[in-house]
Structures are given as structure tokens and as C-alpha cells.
């Protein structure tokens, strides 16, 4: 069961004199105006227990718990340009001025009611547009920023940390195969000379590496003079064996 409300939970404004009023307004109108959301909930049946740790779950979301006069909240949101909540200012009434993340404000607020039945929520502005309870309701189910940023980092990391294995893969895989290649000696383009077998004698080259021709020498002609001592001889050989 909730705790009822204890006495000094709330600031009596029963004897407040019109400056201090004006002041009250005056500072209402301001949290209005510096809040991105604004929550107004019922806050009937919570105890001092309970308001101390709502407020405890607003703070780190940077959101105030407060609990206000309807009808010096009605002038303080006319003060400030919100008047789209001075409807909400029937019965006790306290708002949740959200600086933060609303998301994780509205979760606050939705789980504290499922667990203590209190409070109960009854309208108010987001982002400068009103909030039914349905929507506040869907709100409260939504991730907040944190975790929304912690799935978008993991979401943007994953295929650049896929991408950038597959290219070092694919580098690597590269540089084996061009080392492959240079081991062959094909990466350079050259032939692969042949070498002389043993026994074989290489040309005799000149300094400019071709080889000269070898002069080819002239017939010899036959000598008419030794023809002629040839028959002499013969002719003598003749008449000594008469």
C-alpha cells in the first residue's frame, strides 16, 4: 500500500503574501520555460518515502519533481507560453520539469508507478507539442539515449570492422601472391638465358660483341714456268736412252 502523505512533503503556500506569490510564479514560469518536457502527474498517495526516491530517479535524467498551487501554476504557464497546460491543473497536481532525455525521464516516472501504483500521469508538452497518456506510454517503453547510442556505435562498428579485415585479408592474400611471383622470377619480365655446355668453344667476339668475318683466301694458280721445266725435263730424259 502507498504511504500516505506526510506532513512537510509539500511547501504550504496558505500563507503567502502576494510578493511571495509572485516570486513562486515568477520562478514556476521560469523552470517551465527552460524545461525540453514537462510531465504532470497525480500525485496522490505518495509518501515522503516515495517522493524521495522518484526525485532520486528523476535526477539522472537531469529532471525536478515539484509540486505546485494550480492556481498560481495556471499563471505561471500563461506567464511562460505554455497554456496548453493549465487544463491539467485540476486536483493535486505536481510536474516533472525534464532538462535531459524526456525518454528516460518517462521511464522513470512509468516504472515507479508500476511498482507503488503512483503517480498517474495526466498530460503535457514534449518538445513544444502535447503529450496524451498514450503517447507518454509509448515514450516510457522507448531505449533511452544512452542505450540508442550504444546500438548505433555498435551498428556503425561492426561492417567497418568487417570491411577493413576483408581488405587486410585481400592485402595479405596480395602480397603472398606478387611474392610467389618474384620468387619465379616472373614479376621483372626477363627470358631465362642458355647457358653453354662444357666442351663447347664460345665465338672470339670484338670489343663492339660481334664476331669479325675470317678473310677467305684466293686460289692458287698453276705456275707456267714449272710446267715448262717439266717437259724439258722429260725431252732430255728421252734422247739420253737413245
Known amino acids: ?24 510564479v515568477e520562478e514556476i514560469a ?9 510531465f504532470a502527474v497525480d500525485y496522490r498517495g505518495i509518501g515522503v518515502p516515495e517522493a524521495a526516491e522518484l526525485r532520486a530517479r528523476l535526477a ?5 519533481f515539484r509540486v505546485v498551487k494550480n492556481r498560481l501554476a495556471k499563471r505561471a504557464a500563461e506567464s511562460a507560453g505554455t497554456e496548453e497546460l493549465s487544463g491539467l491543473f485540476e486536483g493535486p497536481t505536481a510536474l516533472t520539469l525534464v532538462k535531459g532525455d524526456p525518454v528516460t525521464a518517462a521511464k522513470a516516472i512509468a516504472d515507479f508507478a508500476r511498482e507503488h501504483q503512483v503517480p498517474t500521469y495526466k498530460g503535457g508538452i ?23 547510442h550504444g546500438q548505433l556505435l555498435g551498428a556503425v562498428a561492426s561492417p567497418v570492422t568487417g570491411v577493413t579485415r576483408g581488405l587486410n585479408q585481400l592485402l595479405a592474400g596480395l ?50 714456268t714449272a710446267e715448262d721445266s717439266t717437259g724439258n725435263d722429260e725431252s732430255s730424259e728421252q734422247e739420253s736412252e737413245e
Open 126 to 148: 514534449m518538445d513544444g507539442a502535447a503529450l496524451e497518456p498514450d503517447q507518454f506510454k509509448r515514450i516510457a517503453r522507448l531505449p533511452g539515449l544512452e542505450v540508442l
Open 60 to 64: 539522472e535524467s537531469e529532471a525536478s
Open 30 to 38: 521560469a523552470q517551465l520555460t527552460d524545461a525540453g518536457a514537462i
Open 175 to 224: 602480397a603472398s601472391q606478387l611474392g610467389q611471383i618474384q620468387d619465379q622470377g616472373q614479376l621483372a619480365g626477363e627470358a631465362e638465358t642458355v647457358e653453354p655446355e662444357e666442351g663447347e668453344d664460345e665465338p672470339e667476339t670484338a670489343e663492339g660483341g660481334a664476331s669479325e668475318p675470317q678473310p677467305v683466301s684466293d686460289p692458287v694458280e698453276p705456275d707456267a
Open 1 to 24: 500500500m502507498p504511504s500516505p502523505p506526510a506532513c512537510g512533503l509539500f511547501t504550504s503556500i496558505g500563507t503567502m503574501n502576494k510578493e511571495q506569490k509572485a516570486a513562486v
